[in-house]
C-alpha cells in the first residue's frame, strides 16, 4: 500500500507536464489552455510541495508561470513554436539539478510517507538517487527527441512523436514501481533471512 502512495505522489508531480502533453495540441488556443490548465494543476496538485520547497514542484509552478506570462501574456510566437523544446529541456534540467544539489527528486517524495528516523538511510537515499538518475535520462532522450523535431532532418508523424513523449514518462513510472517494489522484496527477504 506504501508503495502505491509513493508512486500516486511521484504521478501528481508529473500531473501538470502529463495535462501539458495531452492538451497543448497544435493551435495557440489549445496551447494557452494547456498552460493555464498546467499552472492550476502544479498548485492544486502540487500545493504541499510547493510549501515543502519541493524542487520538482517550485520549477514546474516556475515553468507554468513563465509560459502564461510569455506565451498567454506577450504572445511570443518563438515560445510557442519551441514549446516542446522548452517543457523537456526545463523538465530534464529540473530533475539534473535535483542531483546536482543532492535532494533527488524521489527522494523528496519517498520521505513524506517515511518516519524521520529513515530519511537518512543510506540504501533509501542511493535508490533515490538511482531512480531520479533513470529519470534524468529519460527527460535528456525526451528532450533530444524534441531538438530532433525541429531540424531539417527526415521525420515521422506528430502522433509518433506525442507517443514516444508519453512512453519515456511511462517507462519511468513503470521503472519507478518495479525497482520499489524489487527493494522492498530484497529488504523483506534480508528481514526473514535474519
Same mark, same amino acid.
Given at each position: ?5 509513493? +508512486?500516486? #505522489? ?15 495540441? $497544435? ?7 494547456? +498552460?493555464?490548465? =498546467?499552472? %492550476? ?9 510547493? !510549501? ?5 514542484a517550485w520549477g514546474t509552478f516556475v515553468f507554468f508561470v513563465a ?7 506577450? $504572445? ?10 522548452? %517543457?523537456?529541456?526545463? *523538465? ?14 524521489? *527522494?523528496?517524495?519517498? !520521505?513524506? &510517507?517515511?518516519? !524521520?528516523? $529513515? ?6 537515499? #542511493? ?14 532522450? %525526451?528532450? &533530444? +527527441?524534441?531538438?530532433?523535431?525541429? =531540424? ?11 507517443? +514516444? ?18 527493494? $522492498? ?6 528481514? !526473514?533471512?535474519?
Open positions: 500500500m506504501h508503495e502505491a502512495k509513493d +508512486i500516486a #505522489r511521484l504521478l501528481l508531480g508529473f500531473a501538470p507536464w502529463l495535462l501539458f502533453l495531452f492538451l497543448s495540441g $497544435r493551435t495557440m488556443a489549445s496551447l494557452e489552455l494547456a +498552460i493555464w490548465l =498546467s499552472l %492550476a494543476a502544479s498548485l492544486t496538485f502540487g500545493l504541499g510541495e510547493l !510549501r515543502s520547497k519541493f524542487i520538482l509560459c502564461a506570462v510569455l506565451v498567454c501574456g506577450f $504572445r511570443l510566437t518563438w515560445v510557442a513554436v519551441y514549446m516542446d523544446v522548452l %517543457a523537456n529541456l526545463t *523538465l530534464a534540467g529540473i530533475v539534473w539539478l535535483t542531483l546536482l544539489l543532492g535532494r533527488p527528486f524521489a *527522494l523528496q517524495y519517498a !520521505r513524506r &510517507g517515511l518516519p !524521520r528516523e $529513515r530519511w537518512n538511510d543510506p540504501e533509501l537515499i #542511493r535508490s533515490c538517487r538511482f531512480i531520479t538518475l533513470v529519470w534524468a535520462l529519460l527527460m535528456t532522450l %525526451a528532450a &533530444g +527527441i524534441s531538438l530532433y523535431k525541429h =531540424s531539417s532532418a527526415p521525420q515521422a508523424s506528430q502522433p509518433a512523436y506525442f507517443a +514516444i513523449s508519453f512512453l519515456l514518462i511511462l517507462s519511468g513510472v513503470t521503472f519507478t514501481t518495479a525497482y520499489k517494489r524489487h527493494k $522492498r522484496l530484497a529488504r523483506e527477504r534480508a528481514m !526473514r533471512g535474519k
